[in-house]
């Protein structure tokens, strides 16, 4: 069965925008949400304007900066700087990956924590490793912890098994598949017998950017496969899964697109809600 991120993604976007027009008719104050992207990366570009747009459909007020490719990194610390000081900015995305000069250590590092919608602070980081309720989680592996739970998917107990280690998708994945009660594996490209992991995997989710990595012969019968992965090629766009013949074997698998991508983006204004909530004192 797939697992449908369009539908939900839609159905937690609806609700954000009826309390964002709320919070509008009670308080007077638009939450914001700024977008930082340097340079012209083109699967970027797309997912910066899917933001922008959600934003204006969802209510938010945006501030989009694109920024040169041959932007210096002390510019983009003052831009943040900026960002920081900004009252009617809730929220800073600085879209990654940035280009090579640029150290995203320092960037992030700069973004105030309490507008820190990516949840990529170290600060963040460890509060959702703590299972502490005041984390702003990244939105990718919150996404996938929403759809899971929406089609009641039991994580308890099950043996998770993670392709890819990244600190935006495999790591706070871990995190919050252990908060839930999973017994996790991360694996990465040097793993070795990763097919004798991924065979014992009841759920599988897989993030490292190759097309149609994941195939059938390596995972067991009902195994549950969530695919991050957004692969453009001259055949067309993948993910990370051989879809067609792993969602023969699988009970619930995510197609690309329309799985991960949409949950992503719903989770950046659901966090942008709170950013806002939080700076404000309201509930
Ligand atoms: N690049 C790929 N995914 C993300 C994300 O969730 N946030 C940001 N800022 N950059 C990304």
């Known amino acids: 069965m797939e697992l449908d991120g369009k539908k939900l993604s839609k159905e937690i976007k609806e609700k954000i925008k009826v309390e964002v027009s709320s919070i509008k008719e009670k308080y007077g104050k638009t939450p914001g949400l700024a977008i930082v992207l340097v340079g012209e990366n083109p699967a970027s570009k797309i997912y910066v304007n ?37 009252e009617n900015v809730n929220g800073i995305l600085v ?74 998708v495999g790591k706070p994945m871990a995190g919050l598949m252990i908060n839930e009660g999973a017994t996790v594996t991360i694996c990465n490209s040097k793993t070795k017998n990763l097919v004798e992991k991924t065979k014992k995997a009841d759920i599988i989710v897989v993030a490292i950017g190759k097309a149609k990595f994941l195939t059938a012969d390596m995972v067991k019968d009902d195994v549950v496969v969530i695919d991050v ?53 309201i509930d």
């Open 95 to 168: 879209q990654l990956p940035l280009p090579k000069h640029i150290d995203e250590k320092k960037v992030i590092d700069k973004i105030s924590l309490e507008k820190d919608v990516d949840g990529f602070k170290p600060e963040n980081f460890g509060l959702l490793m703590l299972n502490d309720k005041k984390s702003i989680k990244p939105c990718t592996p919150a996404g996938i912890i929403e759809i899971l739970k929406s089609y009641s998917i039991e994580l308890e107990g099950k043996d998770v098994v993670i392709l890819g280690r990244s600190n935006i």
């Open 50 to 86: 899917s933001k922008i747009k959600g934003c204006s459909e969802l209510g938010f007020e945006s501030f989009a900066h694109f920024l040169p490719e041959d932007t210096k990194e002390e510019e983009l610390l003052n831009v943040i700087e900026e960002l920081n000081k900004d």
């Open 229 to 281: 992965g957004i692969n453009r090629t001259e055949n067309g766009l993948f993910g990370d899964v051989d879809f067609e013949d792993v969602s023969k074997k699988a009970s619930y698998i995510t197609p690309v697109p329309g799985g991960v991508g949409p949950m992503t983006v719903a989770m950046l204004f659901h966090n942008t809600l709170r950013a806002f909530k939080n700076i404000n004192n």
